[in-house]
């Protein structure tokens, strides 16, 4: 019944890109998202109000180079918006419930629009914002990393990518952002972000979470940039070689 999807191919609106995110104010938190460089890959987000009370946050990585997968990259917004909305619009709803409800239809969309395989590591997450509460899900995604009064804790893979197995689920937990607390999601790019000198070592997700736990940043934007500029200086500003994106949420003191 959400099967906005069509059949499509790499020649169909090559050089259209998805619709620019307008972050929604958030009530006592605060939300943005940083890319570095050009974007040559297929890092994708997007945030949209789908209540008075929710919030719907998407971070995603469709497999291959960008000139070739915009459509793809296209048809995924549209879904994210629209099945979205209407999955989580509903005052009474069961979020773990949606939240594998709309990734289910993700999955089988990519599917669907690529004619086959195509895999989209995601992280799919609707905050609420009276409660201060996150569901989630990860499909195959790197860890998102919350960082409260404990410390840092990952919060790992719950599924396979999506675009891989039509009938592949993910399970979708909750967790709560105590007041202070700050969620932080980064692409492929910032993790396998190499050293100098040609280096094989990366910057890898210890060195991520070290950087977040250091911070002491109220401003999610503050936190995105100083992220990505610690994964240039250990790449003494090399060139990237895949898209570098950093999304984050705080929920205020």
Do not use: W
Not at 3 to 9: A, K
Not at 227 to 241: M, Q, Y
């Amino acid at each position: 019944m959400f099967s906005l999807f069509r059949s499509s191919n790499a020649t169909e609106n090559p050089a259209v890109e998805p619709v620019p995110t307008v972050f929604p104010r958030i009530d006592e938190a605060n939300i943005a998202a940083v890319f570095v460089g050009n974007r040559v890959a297929g890092d994708f987000y997007d945030c949209i109000r789908t209540s008075p009370e929710r919030v719907l946050i998407g971070l995603l990585d469709v497999a291959g180079r960008r000139e070739d997968n915009r459509y793809i990259l296209n048809h995924a917004q549209e879904m994210f918006r629209t099945v979205g909305t209407q999955l989580f619009s509903a005052a009474d709803i069961n979020e773990a419930d949606a939240m594998t409800e709309l990734c289910l239809h993700l999955n089988r969309g990519l599917i669907e629009v690529c004619c086959g395989v195509h895999s989209c590591p995601a992280f799919i997450a609707c905050y609420h914002e009276k409660f201060g509460t996150l569901c989630y899900t990860n499909a195959g995604h790197t860890s998102g990393l919350l960082h409260d009064r404990t410390g840092v804790s990952e919060l790992g893979s719950t599924g396979l990518p999506l675009g891989l197995f039509s009938h592949a689920t993910c399970e979708a937990p909750t967790v709560a952002l105590e007041k202070g607390a700050s969620l932080l999601l980064v692409s492929r790019g910032v993790v396998e972000c190499g050293g100098d000198n040609g280096s094989s070592d990366a910057f890898g997700l210890d060195r991520v979470k070290e950087t977040l736990s250091e911070l002491s940043a109220t401003s999610a934007q503050e936190l995105c940039s100083s992220v990505l500029n610690a994964a240039s200086e250990f790449g003494c500003k090399t060139p990237a070689r895949d898209d570098r994106t950093a999304l984050a949420l705080i929920r205020n003191a």
